[in-house]
């Protein structure tokens, strides 16, 4: 069977792509069921170039209860889609969107200061930039069509048009 | 694909670990068709031209059982994180709604935002302020009428930290339909910072009548006598307090006056007499009263989930001179701008003019009581709204001046011991004006210790009768609190996870759900005037000024003579 993988390649390539798809999954399924849940703090704690934009955000509770609602539910089905396999790409594009959004909101840069505590030093590069920058590799390096739903989509479509150029 | 259906079923084992070998393209066994579909299948690339053999291949239509496996393999992971996650979520649930039973504390919302519903006010009321320093223009701003210098302030501190939103939510106030009609300071300065505040046209609540400038009285008497005043704000310092407010309310005017009630302990009576027999409507300037959270901490007093309380802590640390009443001496303040003479009226000692002791009079005794008056007042007051304590059995102080040796005569630091032999408990109040540690309110009881700030955290003490078992069973930890409020959240939140903790624990004092943000000086205002239109008695009102300054007068005594002092409540007076 042909494929531009190895087996441990596809392997890795798999694992980081459904690791991060359970970190969105779960990160939005948390803050689905917890009713006090809200951007809000986050939003406030805002620095660096950006922030302007992210506290308006904050200000604002119609805004607000928007980006809340996005928040949930871009998490779990970008989330879905990474586990799962399905529309991958679209999942993934959207994924480094939202993690962008997160590093810039507040983002280590040298001489801002967070009043949330952080679990780690981070100096420009964090978790969230290294989450995405994996998640890059996820876009150029798919594996949803191998292992995944979008396989199927992919055979449906195929079906699809073999189907076509019959008629 | 089609492979799959060829070789059975031992080969979709292999296929995700590492069948598709790198070499696999060079495979002689590799059929085309496989290769094709695998092709197709790149979800990102463009997929080559479809050989219409290819179906064929496969009897069910190009989709084997292979792919099928090897498309779901990651459901089941996902299904055990599903399952997992909601398991998680009902234990979360089912803990959280058995802690919360067990509490008797019910999940509403806060009780200030449910009630606090915008009116229109058709009588309108015309307030006169006595005392315009910093906080008569805090109390008269709050009531809708700023000084252009505060517009400005506001926006020079939102170009410094865009997160300063006390302009808009001082817009978002409600129109409280007042007027402000007159002024009376004895600095000429601020009586025409007053006037001009009177006639701004930004206003809270979209009003934007123009008004006539307030009239400026150079004595209070005729301010209390003015036909265009229902209702009036002292914010003299406390040595004026009794003696305006006595004024006012046999003129039937109605009194917000601001703490502490009076400077001693004999002008407590008069001041409690005028008020009752006048009816009027008297608010002291506690607007802690006010705060949410200590709404709920009411409750959980009530609901006995600390069990006896013995011990409570209350606290001031402040660590500024300005926190140290060192407040600005203003430039054009000198004997022509300052009516010294009728300052010094009603103080025990007669002084040549003074600066300081006009500008900086909390410092002297002749005028208030320092740290008693001021801080312990406020503190006192938050615990006796949350607990009922009334006037303790005796009181003992001590302290000194230890840090701001300035030429005052009231201590810096200071600490009073509050005795409640009826209640079985002990208030201690500990303060210094040069540190700035802050330590809130704890209130110590055999089950559960409650600390109080905009946000209550109740702990579960380790060695609790009533929490023994869920203790012992692990339900309940010490080093997580088992109930926590924050102001202006939804609810009740029983904390069983870390997560929600440390969400909890970040301490926003302002949330954007269920309510909005507001000041409570505007909050306190703004429930004395609704008492004076629609009757009612004020949350801080005569009674509890009785108490507040009693006990305040009971420490400064102790302090004053170096021995412990007595509440005969027979004799209604401090022995």
């Known amino acids: 069977m042909r494929s531009e993988y190895s087996g441990v390649q596809l392997t890795a390539l798999v694992a980081v792509r459904f690791a991060i798809g359970w970190h969105f999954f779960y990160e939005g399924v948390s803050k689905f069921v917890n009713p006090y849940w809200t951007a809000a703090g986050y939003l406030e704690s805002s620095q660096g170039f950006m922030s302007e934009y992210f506290l308006d955000l904050a200000a604002n509770p119609g805004t607000l209860a928007f980006v809340d609602q996005l928040n949930v539910w871009g998490l779990i089905l970008v989330g879905l889609g990474l586990m799962l396999g399905g529309l991958t790409r679209t999942a993934t594009v959207f994924g480094i969107i939202m993690l962008l959004l997160y590093y810039l909101a507040t983002p280590p840069w040298p001489g801002l200061e967070y009043t949330i505590p952080a679990e780690g030093a981070y100096l420009i590069i964090n978790k969230t930039l290294i989450e995405l920058c994996a998640l890059l590799v996820t876009l150029f390096f798919p594996t949803g069509h191998i292992v995944g739903l979008d396989r199927l989509l992919r055979l449906a479509r195929a079906r699809g048009s073999v189907q076509e150029s019959y008629a | ?575």
């Not at chain 2, 709604?97 to 009588?123: K, Q």
């Not at chain 2, 005729?222 to 004026?240: F, N």
């Open chain 2, 1 to 575: 694909m089609s492979d799959d259906i060829r070789n059975g079923g031992e080969e979709i084992f292999d296929e995700p670990t590492g069948s598709m070998a790198e070499d696999s393209a060079d495979e002689p066994t590799a059929s085309p068709t496989e290769s094709e579909v695998e092709a197709d299948g790149a979800a990102d690339l463009p997929p080559p031209a479809e050989p219409p053999s290819t179906s064929s291949q496969s009897g069910s239509g190009g989709m084997g059982r292979r792919d099928v496996l090897k498309a779901l393999a990651t459901v089941p992971v996902l299904g055990a994180l599903g399952y997992t996650a909601l398991r998680r979520r009902g234990l979360d649930a089912d803990e959280r709604r058995r802690l919360l039973d067990e509490l008797g504390i019910e999940d509403e919302g806060a009780a200030l935002f449910s009630e606090f519903e915008t009116r229109t006010h058709p009588d309108k009321i015309r307030v006169g302020v006595i005392g315009y320093g910093e906080e008569g223009e805090s109390l008269v701003r709050s009531l809708g009428f700023a000084h252009p210098d505060w517009f400005e302030e506001r926006r020079e501190a939102k170009l410094e930290d865009p997160r300063d939103t006390s302009l808009e939510e001082w817009l978002d106030q409600e129109n409280l339909n007042v007027e402000l009609t007159a002024v009376c300071d004895l600095f000429d300065v601020r009586a025409e910072r007053a006037i001009v505040a009177s006639t701004q046209t930004i206003r809270p609540g979209g009003d934007t009548r123009q008004l006539e400038p307030a009239k400026r009285y150079r004595h209070f008497e005729e301010l209390v006598a003015a036909p265009d005043v229902d209702a009036v704000i002292i914010a003299t310092p406390d040595h004026w307090h009794t003696r305006i407010a006595v004024a006012a309310a046999e003129m039937g005017k109605h009194v917000y006056c601001e703490k502490c009630m009076t400077r001693t302990e004999d002008e407590v009576w008069p001041m409690a007499e005028a008020v009752r027999s006048s009816g009027i409507v008297f608010q002291l300037g506690h607007q802690n009263r006010q705060m949410e959270s200590h709404d709920k901490a009411r409750q959980v007093i009530e609901k006995g989930i600390l069990g006896p309380v013995t011990l409570v802590e209350t606290t001031t640390n402040r660590n500024d001179p300005w926190g140290a009443w060192v407040w600005e001496i203003h430039e054009k303040g000198n004997p022509r701008s300052i009516d010294w003479e009728l300052f010094q009226e009603e103080a025990a000692n007669k002084v040549p003019f003074s600066l300081e002791r006009f500008f900086r009079w909390r410092c002297w005794y002749d005028y208030g009581t320092g740290l008693s008056g001021d801080l312990l007042s406020h503190e006192y007051d938050a615990v006796n709204q949350i607990l009922d304590l009334g006037i303790p059995h005796s009181a003992t102080a001590s302290g000194g001046i230890y840090f701001f040796k300035d030429g005052r005569d009231v201590p810096d630091v200071w600490q009073a011991v509050l005795e409640y032999p009826d209640r079985d408990l002990t208030l201690v109040y500990s303060a210094t004006l040069a540190n700035g540690y802050q330590r809130g309110i704890r209130m110590m009881g055999h089950d559960a210790t409650m600390e109080v700030g905009p946000r209550l955290k109740v702990t579960a003490d380790g060695l609790s009768t009533r929490y023994k078992e869920m203790l012992e069973e692990g339900f309940l930890k010490t080093d997580r609190p088992l109930l926590t409020y924050q102001t202006g959240f939804k609810g009740v939140d029983a904390v069983t996870t870390a997560t929600q903790e440390y969400f909890a624990s970040r301490g926003l004092l302002f949330t954007y759900r269920g309510g909005r943000r507001v000041s409570t000086y505007y909050l306190h205002l703004r429930e004395w005037l609704s008492c004076i239109r629609y009757g009612g008695t004020p949350s801080c009102n005569i009674d509890r000024g009785i108490e507040e300054a009693i006990t305040c007068h009971m420490a400064t005594k102790s302090y004053r003579e170096g021995r412990r002092v007595y509440w005969d409540p027979i004799e209604r007076r401090i022995v």
